[in-house]
């Protein structure tokens, strides 16, 4: 059996391994699924390298738009979105690329919320990659807003630009973080917030945006792509609001990469005792 790897820059802190080769035994099919270090420069060579010896890999950090000249095909939105997190490599060595972020935070809505995307009204704090992949997602599933802050207010028009053609009838609005007006009159209006910036891995992060805006009596859900419990996660607890975590988004993207590769149906619950036990995180 080929193996399988997540290449990132870095890769020590990634939670993948413990969690597909959980999936992986659960077949009993081994412990396929390696962690490798791969920095920007050394990309193309991976690549041949993986057309050679891989079945399939994921993209993390800097690589999941870097991967896209090297691949032969790319699913459309994940080409849109530029933003590619699961590759498979065929029997003849050529590479089809895809995004399962998308599906990772669908599911980890559903499951923390059980509420409708169909309708709803989203807004992102964070317009990089991971807000690129997944608000596509939401408007293939029929959401009817998306709002969307960032610090680079340009990257912000951007994404909307691209949203807007691929999604006639989505209502797409752009903002600064630091608008507070603007974001209250959003938030009066949000059904799910989703904070998609890299803020509140550090200890010293600054607030993405000001927490007097969490106020109960929104009717909004709080994600925080972010595994840890942040600032943002903790005021939106305190004020009442439903909140949850990037955990389940994670293992539900991971759910859907074993899929594309084995066809086989993934193990959640291995999977996530394999996440949650993996002692390098
Ligand atoms: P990225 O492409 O590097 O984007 C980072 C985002 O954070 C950008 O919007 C950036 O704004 C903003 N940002 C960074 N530093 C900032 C600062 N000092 N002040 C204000 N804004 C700042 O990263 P990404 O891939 O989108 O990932 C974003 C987060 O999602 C990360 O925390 C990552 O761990 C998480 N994530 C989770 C999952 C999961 O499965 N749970 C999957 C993917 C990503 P600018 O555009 O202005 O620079």
Not at 53 to 58: I, K, Q, V, Y
Not at 69 to 85: C, G, I, Q, R, W
Not at 169 to 181: C, Q
């Amino acid at each position: 059996m080929r193996n399988y790897a997540v290449i990132g820059d870095p890769v020590g802190h990634s939670r993948s391994p413990g969690m597909q080769n959980a999936a992986f035994e659960h077949y009993r099919l081994g412990s396929p699924y390696v962690k490798r270090h791969v920095r920007p420069g050394e990309l193309g060579a991976f690549v041949e390298e993986a057309r050679r010896t891989l079945a399939g890999f994921n993209c993390t950090v800097p690589h999941k738009s870097a991967i896209i000249p090297y691949l032969d095909e790319v699913d459309p939105k994940a080409l849109a979105a530029s933003s590619v997190n699961t590759v498979t490599v065929r029997e003849d060595g050529t590479l089809a690329g895809t995004s399962t972020d998308g599906y990772g935070l669908e599911m980890a809505l559903e499951t923390n919320f059980g509420r409708p995307l169909a309708g709803a009204e989203v807004c992102f704090i964070g317009c990089g990659g991971a807000a690129h992949a997944t608000s596509f997602h939401l408007a293939e599933r029929g959401v009817r807003t998306i709002r969307l802050a960032n610090r680079t207010l340009s990257k912000a028009e951007e994404l909307a630009e691209k949203l807007r053609a691929a999604n006639p009838g989505l209502a797409v609005e752009t903002a600064l973080p630091s608008d507070s007006d603007t974001l209250a009159r959003w938030f009066a209006a949000t059904d799910f917030l989703i904070q998609a910036t890299s803020l509140g891995l550090r200890e010293t992060d600054p607030a993405p945006f000001d927490l007097g805006l969490l106020r109960p009596g929104l009717r909004m859900a709080v994600f925080d792509t972010i595994y840890l419990d942040t600032p943002v996660l903790l005021k939106a607890r305190q004020t009442g609001l439903p909140a949850a975590g990037g955990a389940a988004m994670l293992l539900y993207q991971g759910a859907k990469s074993f899929e594309i590769w084995t066809g086989l149906a993934a193990p959640i619950d291995a999977m996530r005792a394999g996440m949650e036990g993996n002692s390098s995180c």
